[in-house]
């Protein structure tokens, strides 16, 4: 009886595979959006891991949040690239859908929380693209992953790689956001937009990111911290991927001294938005990204 049912099973499996491809290619055919997949990866620690993939092709996508934000930040991106790219979209250990079980908060782990969903869906050629505090985190996982990571795009983020925090500076910081995590985190968000920043947008991303859970808001910060100003510059030194980042004119990158680690850095720069640059002019950041791609390949397939 276990054999049969463990047969049905399998031919259950099969058939359930077989139908989402068939469904994946009348859906290529009329042009629909591809389907989209939810699932679960376990992290080296044990937290479990939510990501989203859809659509096909190489290289893959692989999209990185940033602090107490999801993957849904990048909703403007996913269905216009699974058109052409295999793009997966991850919630990083507290944030989003996965687990709030993390012991110790690093960049290391957070890194590790890509490689594992990586890892899951078994891909070979890989961008990464990480917006914010995902910056640092795509930094760690293309160290993790030197065969099968081709580029990594950071997102208005790694503007000075010698950047340095004080002690004092975050020892204040962090009085101020244990103290009242919710307004403390309200007041930090604000002035990342624009004057001209769409009101609604403003408002939906300080409510949600000040909805955070405050653990991993906390930790995730300090995780941050910590690697800026005592692992950043190692890390840089093991990554032989191409860098670019496309940012805000309100934070362009240091070139030339970004370039002494990563003598390939490129920066694009977006001008009238705010720290939300995919979302508050997504076209012209969609171009700017597919443009990079692009870049990525023709390296790749000239080596």
């Known amino acids: 009886m276990k054999q049969f049912l463990c047969v049905v099973s399998l031919a259950a499996l099969l058939c359930y595979a077989s139908s989402c491809k068939r469904a994946d290619k009348a859906a ?3 042009g629909a959006e591809p389907a989209i997949i939810v699932d679960t990866a376990i992290s080296a620690d044990g937290v479990p891991i939510s990501y989203e993939v859809r659509g096909r092709g190489e290289p893959a996508l692989v999209f990185i949040h940033g602090w107490c934000c999801d993957r849904s930040y990048w909703k403007e991106q996913l269905p216009h690239f699974a058109k052409k790219y295999e793009v997966v979209a991850i919630d990083l250990a ?3 859908g996965s687990g709030l079980n993390r012991k110790k908060w690093t960049m290391e782990a ?6 594992a969903v990586v890892n899951k869906l078994s891909l070979e050629q ?10 640092p985190v795509i930094l760690e996982a293309g160290s993790m992953m030197p065969k099968c990571v081709i580029g990594l795009i950071g997102v208005d983020t790694l503007d000075d790689f010698e950047g340095k925090y004080s002690q004092e500076f975050i020892n204040n910081f962090f009085a101020g956001i244990r103290g009242n995590f919710v307004e403390y985190t309200k007041n930090f968000v604000r002035p990342m937009f624009t004057p001209n920043s769409n009101p609604m947008l403003i408002e939906r991303i300080v409510t949600d990111m000040s909805s955070a859970p405050p653990e991993a808001g906390i930790g995730a910060l300090e995780a941050f911290f910590n690697f ?3 692992d950043m510059t190692q890390v840089l030194r093991e990554l032989k ?3 670019t980042c496309i940012n805000s004119d309100r934070n362009p990158p240091n070139i030339k001294t970004n370039q002494r680690y990563a003598p390939s850095f490129k920066a694009k720069i977006m001008s009238g938005v705010g720290h939300f640059v995919m979302l508050e002019d997504p076209e012209t950041f969609n171009r700017l990204l597919d443009e990079t791609i692009q870049e990525f390949v023709q390296m790749t397939e000239s080596r």
Not at 110 to 115: L, P
Not at 126 to 135: A, E, N, T
């Open 126 to 135: 890989v961008i990464l693209v990480g917006h914010s505090l995902g910056g």
């Open 28 to 30: 290529d055919e009329k």
């Open 110 to 115: 957070f890194g590790k929380d890509v490689v």
């Open 228 to 230: 800026v100003n005592n």
């Open 94 to 96: 507290g944030h989003g």
């Open 241 to 243: 991927m191409p860098i």
